[in-house]
């Protein structure tokens, strides 16, 4: 049965990609993949491991590969276009994922059935050009970010994850809009200050609140070598970090100064 299925695939041009490592590796050597979109923005409902009944409208184009195959589920491996991509253009690029978390306690503590080799069933993020700005990276993790049954998102950029932008005001302003978006905030409603923190003790503090996954030692190192350019974000109210968690370790580790942009709400 095994062998009629291999040379059905042959006949059929299908090609079973092992591993999320290699269908990223063939996508960035070949991406002018057979694709198929399933549903648009808006118009379709996804059960997401049948959790959802019914399924939720999904919040983005959503598609698989037919001719790649999920050893997981047998089936084309899915994927996510970017919110300012399509499915037609040229050179859609995985800049990212979405994992499922594979634990059986916590399906069973959400009374649902885990499905089987949930955790290879990883959702691939395309853009073209392979870029991808932070207000298309925050729409998707505000979409998947409510759901148990998800991994933070993994983002990347050639052979390392591309949690980083270019050091540049404009790139603080973005993150500073998205965390006023997210918690319901204007400009009006805070104090922003731009200030250099040299304090050691301080700076530990901060990198002990970063958690310790989705941690890459390699930006760390880099950011060690080359100091840190772009301004964190903190929450002076309570002390609590807000962005640039690699920063704050490389700041920590090495003994770095620190740029730091603090914001606080304006009180009444």
Not at 53 to 59: A, L
Not at 84 to 94: G, I, M, Y
Not at 187 to 205: A, G, P
Not at 225 to 241: A, P, R, T
Request: hydrophobic share 35%.
């Amino acid at each position: 049965m095994k062998l009629l299925l291999e040379n059905w695939r042959q006949f059929i041009n299908e090609e079973v990609v092992n591993s999320r490592e290699d269908l990223i590796s063939l996508l960035r050597d070949d991406p002018d993949q057979q694709k198929s979109l399933d549903m648009r923005k808006g118009e379709g409902r996804k059960s997401f491991g049948g959790v959802f009944k019914p399924g939720i409208v999904v919040d983005f184009d959503y598609g698989e590969f037919p001719d790649l195959i999920n050893p997981a589920d047998d089936m084309g491996w899915d994927f996510i276009i970017a919110d300012k991509s399509n499915v037609d253009d040229d050179n859609l690029l995985p800049v990212g994922h979405f994992s499922y978390i594979e634990d059986e306690t916590l399906w069973s503590d959400h009374e649902v059935d885990m499905p089987e080799n949930v955790g290879s069933n990883h959702k691939i993020v395309l853009a073209k050009d392979a870029q991808i700005s932070n207000d298309e990276k925050a729409l998707l993790t505000r979409f998947f970010g409510p759901m148990w049954q998800f991994k933070e998102p993994e983002w990347y950029c050639d052979d390392e994850p591309c949690n980083m932008q270019e050091p540049s005001d404009e790139a603080v302003e973005e993150d500073i809009n998205t965390y006023l978006e997210e918690n319901g905030l204007t400009r009006d409603d805070v104090n922003i200050e731009n200030v250099t923190v040299q304090d050691e003790s301080l700076i530990k503090n901060w990198a002990s609140q970063v958690s310790q996954e989705d941690v890459y030692d390699k930006m760390v190192e880099k950011i060690c070598g080359q100091g840190v350019e772009k301004h964190v974000i903190v929450n002076k109210d309570d002390n609590s970090i807000i962005d640039g968690k690699h920063r704050f370790l490389a700041a920590a580790k090495c003994n770095l100064p620190l740029p730091v942009t603090y914001i606080s709400v304006k009180s009444n």
